[in-house]
């Protein structure tokens, strides 16, 4: 007896024609094909059952050889077998023969021949029953699927997995429900997002899962009980009088077969999982139906998302766990597999129907299968070669889909967390900073007026203090203790002191010495030149001796500073303010009567921050007053807003969830990148995807670190204000670290958008304009030169002329920019002749026709070559299977799920897809299909009419064709299909 089970995976099932090949230690069984005349093809979770007998022993069977002839329409021509038992009716012995691989052109190896070795059924290997295990289990223990592709002839019933399903449901709403307590005033769960009614908030997910949890214990108690208890015995009457011969028949076939289950609860047993299936449900609903009228609105609505969540938890959580878990103890520790119910056959039964076929008939059919079937194999290798080639294609189309919709799951994931972590209200928030500090007016003196010391002091004492030390409310009301910490706008907590950062320069000689005599000169500044020392020693500068004394930048966590004319260390002489407003006023003016700032002063720095808690946004802000050598002052402002912790809101909530997300995603594709840096070496790095996928990991892995370091050091400058209040708080290198996450964002989103443009490589357009590129790639990149070439002459020579007089000429790289928007029409002619009024437009006239007309009049022409030449090669080129064409065919297959079929053309282009019709190509297994069904009509025929001319019920010929009819019109309407087809083989 040959059990052959189908995988359980998508499209595993066939409508090719199987042959094998039985061999043992003594013969083997030559070739047999794998059907019983009227089965066509295997379905997909399908076990058939097939009886083949042979004239001698084969001795203990050791493989097996399978194949198809990859005859089958569409997607039914590849085949997944999972397994094949063979077992021998007369010694009970049980041989295994463990496949689990495509046999198909277009998967796994693209081999549709097999040899199977059988595997010992004491012990075989973790992955071969782990493989095993887990698809019984599949097919048994995970409830909601096992209503589809539940096991054949298995106790446990759809109609009772159905009601354990209703019992899951009904307990699963209970279980929530109590976790709702009554509520009057309808309170909102905090960090909670809402989703038209749908409520989403950590507490409802814990709570969902929590529910599905406690639903487990009685489920699995239940189904216990039903899988577990016996079939009710039916005895059937016999009918003396229905002496019909097909009926006789019939029965003979169901006695060829019986099912021998194990030792298993009285049937009565399932009686009481009925009962307890009820009691759960009437229960349940009673008490949901109490709890539901001391809810109002918010409570229902969240109450049903929790229920939601457990059903699809359920689904994809908890039931999967256990598939799995199980699943891979039993395969860890037993390492056994899969053992199937035993069918008992009836000897007997299979002797009588044996004796029917007419022994010299038979024989003739059995020499004329095997010369047919003995030249039968797998498909010519030329045929299978280009079938195998067409199908690679469309699997690379198809893997090139799956990989695209990847690749845009992750881009919306980074552009998800690239908006989520830059509030779009730190805009207005620096805005409204701007406007207080910055910005003047007829009414305020703001910091965009500082030209000099004394403008410096005037703006800090009439702008920065009342604004930082509010004394009255907007209404003229007092203010609490408690406020007194806040700014003038009552919306922004101070986080720390205000701090006075300058870097001085050291006293130089001056070039020329006579000029200038007993005068030192302050050159620009630079590291070399920074001074360090400690000033005015023995001032009396009781409030501000601090601010004399010399601090390095790695005591006070500072880093360099780009203004708008130099760069500055992080280091200097500081001097904070106080908590108190009168005393800040006095150190300003100690600071301003000793000339803090003098000649020697090459920039002040105004640093603070400010929390406002509204929004959850740190601002740190940093004022700069730049002192160069020339004289007076430029001013320069820098105000970064960022989030100090991530889970305050429901938008913090759902960033930890793309967090996850992309932590998940960026694991996968490291792991996917180090298989292929192992299986291709350095040919890995010869493609340009690869290379921008391992950049993309890479920039992803430093992200992480990025965001960790953030996160530790805000916590640690956090820690340090709770501590003490009276202290200024640098938050300056955090707002480094956050500024270079959000441009390693930017990169990330910017590579991974260029990472799906690979997908662009299945269009036709895309692809002509990468060979275009590539065909002209020497002549581009020699025409490149040379455009780089005169181009530069011409920044250069801009630059000596209008450098002085433009500001777009400040530069040579302003300028560079300058002339090329000149390119695009954005030209400063009128500037450059107010300029040098003549020489101007003799300069833009030549530039015009040399850049503009002649090269990229030759650009052009090299670009057309290209074009021609590539479309002419591509006439005669076969088109490629692309995206578009995998998302038509799925389309397609979406609608024929519906009742709406549309025909495919051109789907099999090899001239070797078989049909099964009576126009397709002749081959050995219809020969041999038509040959056996003829033979068996034959026998049947004859069978019939002797057996009625002995029992004197048939006088001549034509009352058999009439009964004939009769009978198979009654077949027609009431008979059922036999559930065992018989195929024997002499």
Known sequence: MIAVHTGLRPGSGTKSNACFILSGDTDDSGIRLLSDGERQGF????????????????????????????????????????????????????????????????????????????IDNKECGFETAFSQQSRANVTENHLWLSLAIRPQKNSFSRVQRLSVILMLLFLTMITNAMFFQSSDDDTVTPDTVQIGSMRLSLKIVYVSFIGCVITVPPIVLVTYLFRNTSAKVVTKKKNKKNTDTKEDNDNDDDAIMTLTTKKKFPHWVVYIAWFVVALAVIVSAFFLLLYSMQWGKVKAEEWLTTFILSFIESILLVDPFKVIIVAILIAFIMKKPVEDEKLTVNLESVKRRAKRYQPSENKQFIAFRLEVMAREGPPPAEVMAKERKLMMKQKEAKR???????????????????????????????????????????????????????????????????????????????????????????????????????????????????????????????????????????????????AWKYVSSEKIWGIPIIGIYNTYGGGGYIQSFSNIKAN??????????????????????????????????????????????????????????????????????????????????????????IKGIRREKLKYLMNFWNILDMLIVILSIIGV??????????????????????????????????????????????????????????????????????????????????????FSAFVMFGYLIFGIALHEFRNLFVSFGSLLNTIIGRNTLGKMQQAVPIFAEVYFFIYVFFVVFTLLTMFAAILNNSIIHVRSSNKNTQGEVGITDILKGTFTDMLGLVGIHIKRKGKNKSGYNYKGDSHGPVSSAKVVNLVRETFADAFQEDTLVNQQKEKGKLKHLNDFVIQKSAMNEYDRNTCTPRQVQMDFYR
């Open 705 to 790: 670190g990025l965001w960790v370091a953030k996160f530790i050091f805000t916590k640690k400058a956090l820690g340090l204000y709770a501590d003490n209040k009276d202290v200024f708080i640098n938050f300056q290198h955090i707002v480094v670290w956050e500024y270079a996450y959000n441009v390693l964002l930017g990169f990330l989103c910017f590579f991974s958008t260029i990472r799906i443009a690979s997908a662009l490589g299945y269009n036709k357009r895309i692809t002509e304009i990468a060979y275009v590129l590539k065909y002209g790639a020497s002549e581009i990149s020699g025409f490149g030169l040379q455009f780089f070439i005169i």
């Open 400 to 546: 090139a889909f799956m990989t695209l919709l990847l690749h845009i799951f992750f881009v919306s994931v980074l552009f998800c967390m690239s908006y989520i972590n830059r509030d779009q209200r730190g805009y207005l928030y620096k805005a409204h900073i701007d406007s207080q500090l910055y910005e003047s007016s007829k009414y305020r003196y703001g910091f965009s007026k500082v030209s000099s010391s004394e403008a410096f002091f005037n703006w800090t004492k009439d702008t920065l203090i009342p604004l930082y030390y509010p004394t009255s409310e907007y209404n003229g009301d007092g203010i609490s203790v408690v406020d007194k910490f806040f700014v003038g706008d009552m919306a922004n907590l101070r986080l720390g002191l205000v701090r006075l950062r300058q870097v001085k320069v050291k006293k130089a000689e001056c070039f020329t010495k006579k000029l200038v005599a007993g005068h030192y000169c302050a050159k620009n500044y630079n590291e070399e030149r920074e001074e360090t020392s400690n000033l005015c020693d023995g001032c009396e500068t009781p409030l501000t001796t601090d």
């Open 43 to 118: 379905e997909t979770n399908s076990v058939a059952f097939f009886m083949m007998s042979t004239n001698k022993s084969f001795g203990d069977l050791s493989f097996l050889r399978i194949w198809h002839d990859n005859s089958g329409d569409g997607n039914t021509n590849s085949w997944y077998l999972h397994k094949i038992v063979v077992t021998d009716i007369h010694t009970d012995a049980r041989y295994v023969f463990h496949c689990d691989k495509w046999l198909a052109m277009d998967m796994d190896d693209g081999l549709i021949d097999r040899i199977i070795p059988v």
């Open 584 to 673: 800040t006023e006095n150190i300003l003016d100690e600071l301003s009567n000793m000339q803090w700032i003098d000649r020697q002063s090459r920039a002040v720095f105004v640093e603070f921050a400010l929390y406002n808690a509204n929004i959850n946004n740190i601002c740190y802000s940093i004022f700069l007053a730049e002192f160069p050598e020339t004289g007076g002052a430029f001013n320069w402002v820098d105000t970064q807003c960022f989030r100090p912790t991530l889970i305050t809101s429901a938008t913090g909530a759902f960033n930890l969830l793309l967090s996850i997300f992309f932590l998940i995603m960026v694991i996968g594709r490291t792991v996917t990148m």
